[in-house]
Antibody, heavy 123, light 110 residues
Framework: EVHLVESGGGLVKPGGSLRLSCTAS????????QAWFRQAPGKGLEWVSS????????FYADSVRGRFTISRDNAKKSLYLQLNSLRPEDTAVYYC????????????????WGQGTLVTVSS | QSALTQPPSVSGSPGQSVTISCTGT?????????VSWYQQTPGTAPKFIIY???NRPSGVPDRFSGSKSGNTASLTISGLQPEDDADYYC??????????FGGGTKLTVL
């Protein structure tokens, strides 16, 4: 069974930076698109960014473009999210997730998800 | 990247059926079969229950079904059980290679 574990969250002041990591258990990590999502306290889910298996394509939500950077290291089976110029509205639990593939066909859904890491932006 | 529209809450008694709607636009739901549904209970990560409008991953009971008409997707849960009490989110891939979510629907099993 595939497991994803996020780390790197914490308390940071507005304007500060953090780097989130997501490490995968044994599976063909490099073959799959990975994504970051977030959920502000008491709010709904929001897609943040996604990256293709070979890092050919990276996409960002309008709310984070220019401030956040997604990257991956397939050799380490790890996904990263660099968060810069943080704002109070970036406070959320950040989840990483893997595109869902059934047999040889991959979809635009995501499964599994990690357990999340909390980022709090406050002075 | 406008959010999809879901009702804030629905409810039903055990054994009944409920349907949760999810309305988007021609840039997402209307022109693509890339709708997914997720179930989330407090303090846990989302659980994936439907992909590509109506497909269920293995392990998801057939009480959960999805459909789409025009710009609106729907999740129907039949034979409600107490463990179905949760938040449900729809999501769609879009024409600009982004993903949008609905605001979530709180299902209360009475």
């Amino acid at each position: 069974e595939v497991h994803l574990v996020e780390s790197g969250g914490g308390l940071v002041k507005p304007g500060g930076s953090l780097r989130l990591s997501c490490t995968a258990s044994e599976f063909a990590f490099s073959s799959y698109t990975q994504a970051w999502f977030r959920q502000a306290p008491g709010k709904g889910l929001e897609w943040v960014s996604s990256i293709s298996g070979r890092s050919d394509y990276m996409f960002y939500a309008d709310s984070v473009r220019g401030r956040f950077t997604i990257s991956r290291d397939n050799a380490k089976k790890s996904l990263y999210l660099q968060l810069n110029s943080l704002r109070p509205e970036d406070t959320a639990v950040y989840y990483c997730a893997t595109e869902y593939c059934s047999g040889d066909r991959c979809t635009t859904a995501f499964d599994p998800w990690g357990q999340g890491t909390l980022v709090t932006v406050s002075s | 990247q406008s959010a999809l529209t879901q009702p804030p809450s629905v409810s039903g008694s055990p054994g009944q059926s409920v349907t949760i709607s999810c309305t988007g636009t021609s840039s997402d739901i209307g022109n693509y079969n890339h709708v997914s549904w997720y179930q989330q209970t407090p303090g846990t990560a989302p659980k994936f229950i439907i992909y590509e409008v109506f497909n269920r991953p293995s392990g998801v009971p057939d009480r959960f079904s999805g459909s789409k008409s025009g710009n609106t997707a729907s999740l129907t849960i039949s034979g409600l059980q107490p463990e179905d009490d949760a938040d449900y989110y729809c999501s769609s891939h879009t024409s600009t290679n982004t993903w949008v979510f609905g605001g979530g629907t709180k299902l209360t099993v009475l």
